[in-house]
C-alpha cells in the first residue's frame, strides 16, 4: 500500500490505471475510520482494479464554531484498517497543499444544499462539493463510494457530478449502525458513555416514524409529532433539526410515501449527531 502526500505524485498514479483500462474506485474520507468506511472500502475493492482512499479534514467544509481543531484522529489505525480492506493507495495532502497561498475557486450546488445541515451549516456544503470536485480531479476515479449517513451530502455529490459531467459513477452505501442501532460516525468518539447512551434517541425516533408509516400513517404532522416527541424525551438531547423530505429532491412534503426521507440533527453535549431513514425502504 502506497502512501502519498503531493497532489502532482497522485494525479501520476492515476494516469496509468486509465491509459492501460483498469477501474480506479475512491473512497474519500476525513479519517479516524470505522466500520462504515470499511463498508465503502470493501465495496470499492470488488468494483474495481485499484483502490485510492484519501484522508483529509477538509477545513472549508467546517464553520467557525465547529469542530475542526479537535476532529479525532488516528493515522496509524486507518492505514492498518486500509491495509485490511485492499486499499492500494491512501492519498493523504496538507491544507496548505490542497488549498495554497491564492486559491479562490468555490463549487456551490445551489437548492439542494439549502435546508437540513446546509439551514444549520451556511457553507459546510460549498466546502464539501469543492473539496470532492478537486479529489476528483486529483484521484481520477471511475466510481466514488459514499455512505449513506450523509443523505444530503450524497445528493449534492451526485447533483454536482450530473451537472458538471463528471465522468464518476458515484455509489451510495447503506449505513452501518452499531449493535443497538446508533449509526457509526467518527464524532461518535466524542460521546462519553452517559451521552452514548443518550444518542440512541435517533435511532428510536427513526424507528417510531418507521413503524408508524408500516402501519399506514402518511400525515407527516402525526409523524413529526411522533418523532419529535421520541427525542425529546431524552433530556440531553437538543433538536438541530427533525425533518420529512422529498428523498429525491429534499423538498417539504405534507404526506409521506415510501421514498419519503426522514432526517434528523440532534445535539447530545457537545455533539451534532445526524441520522435518516427513508420510510418504504427495506432495511
Ligand atoms: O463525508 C466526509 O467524510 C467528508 O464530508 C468528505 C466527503 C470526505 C469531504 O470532505
Same mark, same amino acid.
Given at each position: 500500500m502506497k502512501i502519498i502526500n503531493s497532489i502532482v505524485h497522485m494525479q501520476a498514479l492515476a494516469i496509468a490505471p486509465e491509459r492501460d483500462g483498469r477501474k480506479i474506485a475512491f473512497v474519500p474520507t476525513m479519517g479516524f475510520l470505522h466500520e462504515g468506511h470499511a463498508?465503502?472500502?470493501? *465495496?470499492?475493492?470488488k468494483r474495481a482494479d485499484v483502490l485510492v482512499l484519501s484522508i483529509f479534514v477538509n477545513p472549508i467544509q467546517f464553520g467557525k464554531n465547529e469542530d475542526l481543531d479537535r476532529y479525532p484522529k488516528d493515522m496509524e489505525r486507518d492505514c492498518q484498517i486500509a491495509e485490511a480492506c485492499g486499499v492500494d493507495i491512501v492519498f493523504i495532502p496538507t491544507a496548505a497543499e490542497m488549498y495554497p497561498s491564492g486559491f479562490q475557486t468555490g463549487v456551490t450546488v445551489?437548492?439542494?444544499? $439549502? /435546508?437540513?445541515?446546509?439551514?444549520?451549516? /451556511?457553507?459546510?456544503?460549498d466546502g464539501v462539493a469543492?473539496? #470532492? &470536485?478537486?479529489?476528483?480531479?486529483? #484521484?481520477? /476515479?471511475? $466510481?466514488?463510494?459514499?455512505?449513506?449517513?450523509? %443523505?444530503q451530502q450524497l445528493a449534492v455529490i451526485r447533483r454536482m457530478t450530473a451537472d458538471l459531467n463528471m465522468p464518476v459513477e458515484i455509489v451510495g452505501m447503506p449505513i452501518v449502525r452499531e449493535a443497538d442501532g446508533v449509526a457509526m460516525s467518527s464524532r461518535n468518539a466524542y460521546l462519553s458513555p452517559h451521552e452514548r447512551q443518550s444518542a440512541l434517541c435517533l435511532i428510536?425516533?427513526?424507528?417510531?416514524?418507521? *413503524?408508524?408509516? &408500516?402501519?399506514? *400513517?402518511?400525515?407527516?404532522? #402525526?409523524?413529526?409529532? *411522533?418523532?419529535?416527541? #421520541? =427525542?425529546?424525551?431524552?433530556?440531553?438531547? =437538543?433538536?438541530? %433539526?427533525?425533518?420529512?423530505?422529498?428523498?429525491?429532491?429534499?423538498?417539504?412534503?405534507? =404526506?409521506?410515501?415510501?421514498s419519503t426521507l426522514l432526517a434528523l440533527a440532534v445535539k447530545i453535549g457537545q455533539t451534532r449527531l445526524i441520522d435518516n431513514t427513508v420510510l418504504g425502504e427495506v432495511l
Open positions: 463498508s465503502l472500502l470493501r *465495496e470499492g475493492r445551489r437548492e439542494i444544499s $439549502l /435546508p437540513l445541515c446546509g439551514a444549520s451549516r /451556511p457553507g459546510h456544503f469543492t473539496v #470532492v &470536485a478537486k479529489l476528483f480531479n486529483i #484521484v481520477r /476515479p471511475d $466510481l466514488a463510494l459514499f455512505g449513506t449517513k450523509d %443523505y428510536q425516533a427513526l424507528r417510531r416514524a418507521r *413503524e408508524l408509516f &408500516a402501519g399506514g *400513517e402518511r400525515s407527516i404532522a #402525526v409523524l413529526m409529532k *411522533e418523532a419529535r416527541a #421520541v =427525542v425529546m424525551q431524552e433530556a440531553a438531547a =437538543v433538536i438541530d %433539526y427533525i425533518e420529512f423530505r422529498d428523498g429525491a429532491t429534499l423538498q417539504e412534503l405534507d =404526506v409521506a410515501d415510501d
